[in-house]
């Protein structure tokens, strides 16, 4: 099949045919070597809690720009500089080792004793 309004330039007949198409809320790739930036549920100076949902937001702050999780195909992809590419080496879980890792730090900078305390015995029960 020849796509004869775009003399063969796939390119663009693919962005015309996601202008046709797509739904209206989905993500498309971004242009050049940046991935976009991500949403954050909170502000960056409110500081997350001692719970999943804590750990979800700091790993979103972390490397919520270069990884996102597409439900549909039940993968992980990781922006590689120029695309999304399917992880495969299983860098999602070195990233979740870093985010827990994060928290002896977000820890250390607590200047009460028992926050303090509270974050880095939450930290230890993640590394389990």
Request: with cysteine; glycine share 6%.
């Amino acid at each position: 099949m020849r796509c004869s309004n775009h003399a063969g330039n796939f390119k663009a007949a693919a962005k015309a045919l996601h202008q046709r198409y797509a739904p209206a809320n989905t993500h498309t790739e971004p242009s050049g070597s940046k991935p976009p930036s991500p949403h954050h549920e909170q502000p960056d100076d409110v500081a997350p809690k001692a719970t999943d949902l804590g750990n979800a937001i700091r790993f979103r702050r972390l490397f919520g720009h270069t990884v996102c999780y597409v439900h549909t195909w039940g993968a992980w992809f990781v922006w590689n500089g120029t695309h999304w590419a399917k992880d495969d080496t299983g860098a999602i879980y070195q990233m979740a080792r870093k985010v827990v890792r994060s928290i002896y730090a977000e820890a250390a900078q607590i200047e009460d004793t028992d926050a303090r305390r509270t974050l880095a015995r939450w930290a230890m029960a993640c590394e389990r």
